[in-house]
Nanobody, 121 residues
């Protein structure tokens, strides 16, 4: 069982930066990847990015490249989502998720509770 806890959300202004963190509980994470998703009110959940755990390879949604990055922290089992030049359309609940093993497409086994990010214009 993996428990994921996101933090770092909040209210910011357009153009600001925000860093979300996701901490996985339990033993050192040995799964395939940690992913980030978001869901705006009234919209479907969308993929934000993914970090392949063993290699550190980052994948970011095309529409977010250049503004969003994801990386591992020094703390064990922690992954971050760095969001720069935020726009009002980035307003959403952001979730992290853990994928235990490779698949195509990547499937996620555990999800965090989400953290709200609100970007004012």
């Amino acid at each position: 069982q993996v428990q994921l806890v996101e933090s770092g959300g909040g209210l910011v202004q357009a153009g600001d930066s925000l860093r979300l963190s996701c901490a996985a509980s339990g033993r050192p994470f040995r799964g395939y990847a940690m992913g980030w998703f978001r869901q705006a009110a009234g919209k479907e959940r969308e993929f934000v990015g993914r970090l392949t755990w063993s290699s550190g390879e980052m994948t970011i949604a095309d529409s977010l490249k250049g503004r969003f990055t994801t990386f591992r922290g020094n703390a064990a089992n922690t992954v971050y989502l760095q969001m720069n030049s935020l726009k009002p359309e980035d307003t959403a609940v952001y979730y992290c998720a853990a994928s235990l093993r490779w698949s195509a497409p990547v499937e996620y086994d555990y999800w965090g509770q989400g953290t709200q990010v609100t970007v004012s214009s």
